[in-house]
């Protein structure tokens, strides 16, 4: 990793004298292809937003006072924003600062420069958002739960927070933030903080006092209704899912019990949930104090809930130690993944984590094998791309078999020692994947050289493709699927298998055997005797629906077109379009024009990319 090299300079008593010392940049910034920002020289450590959520113009209007940390007395600030309307600048004292845009880079954003008198400590940016901001997407009511009030929410990861706030925007430059907000009257705003008090005219307060990346602040506001499922848990959902939300979440509090247990305290005082609505792009968002979720996984039968380990285990990898940079994003996905199986084994058992773990190796495989080789690789080189581009299974389940390859090495205490240490010292620091090495080569490799030498760190980090010796999880409910699929292909009819105790990972991974295998007439068989095309799963929803789509099913058409008429989710539409696009482009893109209204921006990016 190259880092700007800094003119920092220590002075160390020796005997004899002094001796000046540079030091290597661990107090610096990484190069950041994705920000503009020069924290070097102006760097924000606080933001103070003071704002109001105008739905009729889709637009947020207001402030954003910034406090500096200022290393270079004559520079300017330099902040990202994207598709922002400025209308002024002023410093502490009220008067103005000159400011002027750089030059538009598209999906990156216009620099914005803030020339600041010598006795500036903030600065204060007046200001209103595109309505098109990549960050925002604004719901009618009839895209509600409960179609009774308009909602809107942000999504700041990863490189989306500048469309919505002027702020650097970039992983490894944390800041603490307040906020006021005003919303219309009958909706609530619930944010990434802690909320600290309501003001007299009704605008809600918000503190967060830990620093964090700035893709994690975040807002959800809508027609909201709460339920405590413990002493440090709230479920926030649409007032028609919020008893059957808390239902499906109550076993939160047992999962962050397992979570510290294995990786030290909570570090956020909450842990709160929000349920979105269907539109939302991702399975999940770990927003600090309140984890964003689709709706999607309400399945009513618990079996979709790893996805809060998931955002849970990112309060310690990803929020509490974060990716300096967008290159190093495995350093989130891949211990948060990794972290997600030990919960899932805690709280529901080892056949459970490895039958997860078993379909997650299938899919990553999968997926791999249609990737170019620079995608393929852990320590992606996302010079010239945005950040977005390399998303895929690759920093998530790559990075998590890395981390349990280690294990299978070290021996489990020993590297649950490692884990622990490395979420201490680097608590609410931001890292890179070099600083990842040194830590592991001194802190665990050092004292075990067969270890080290079985180990071929730079194939895993550095090269495409997924290395020998990642390990496989063996999973008996896999075995038990595969028994029933021999049988299926002996001849036997499908109302024959013995499928009664399946859960949701057993049916997806029969589905996924079947895919190559159906023609028409087999899925009509199937689906008289499963009913697929009636499930609730959306899992197993959206893998059959595929399967639809590549035999042409016609039967299951119109559950087609009203998924992606309700789900937003990337994780969905992406597949689906995809086969549409082999199967038949012309009802793919006409398809899509007619959705595309419906779809935040993140998800339009993925479908986009399927439909070229
Ligand atoms: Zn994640």
Known sequence: MIRRTLALIVTLPLAGGCVLVPVPATMGFPVDHHSFARPESVRVTHVSLDLSLDFDEQRVVGEAGLVLDRSDADAPLVLDTHGLAVLSVHGADGTPREFRFGEDRGRLGTPLE????????????????????????WLA??????????????????ILTRSWIPLQDSPGIRVTYDARIRAPEGTVVVMSAEQSSRDDDGAFRFRMTRPIPPYLIALGCGDLASRDISERSRVWADPTLVEAAADEL??????ILSAESLFGDYRWGRYDLLILPPAFPFGGMENPCLTFCTPTILAGDKSLVSLVAHELAHS????????ATWSDFWLNEGFTVYFEARIMEEVFGEERANLEKALAFDDVVREMAELEPWAQKLHVDLEGKHPDDGFSAVPYEKGALLLR????????????????????EHAFESVTTAEFRRFLEDELLASAPQARAALDLELWLEAPG???DAPRAESSGIANVEDELARLR???DPSELETGEWVTQQWLHFLEACADEVDRERMGRL????????????EVLCVWLRLAVKHGYEAADGRLEGFVERVGRAKFLRPLYKELARTDPDRARALYARMRPRYHAVARAAVEEVLR
């Open 114 to 137: 803030i020339e600041l008198a010598p006795g500036d400590e903030s600065v204060s940016v007046r200001y209103r958002t595109s309505p098109d901001a990549v960050a925002l997407q």
């Open 141 to 158: 009511p009839e895209q509600t739960a409960g179609e009774r009030a308009p909602f809107l929410f942000t999504q700041g990861q990863s």
């Open 250 to 255: 109550a076993d939160t509090e047992a999962m």
């Open 316 to 323: 310690w990898s990803g929020n509490l130690v974060t990716n």
């Open 405 to 424: 390859r280690i294990e299978e090495l070290v021996g489990r205490d020993s590297f649950d020692a490692f884990l622990r240490r490395w979420f201490d």
């Open 466 to 468: 997924l290395p020998d």
């Open 490 to 492: 002996a001849g036997t």
């Open 527 to 538: 689906d008289e005797v499963f009913a697929f095309t009636e499930t609730n799963n959306s």
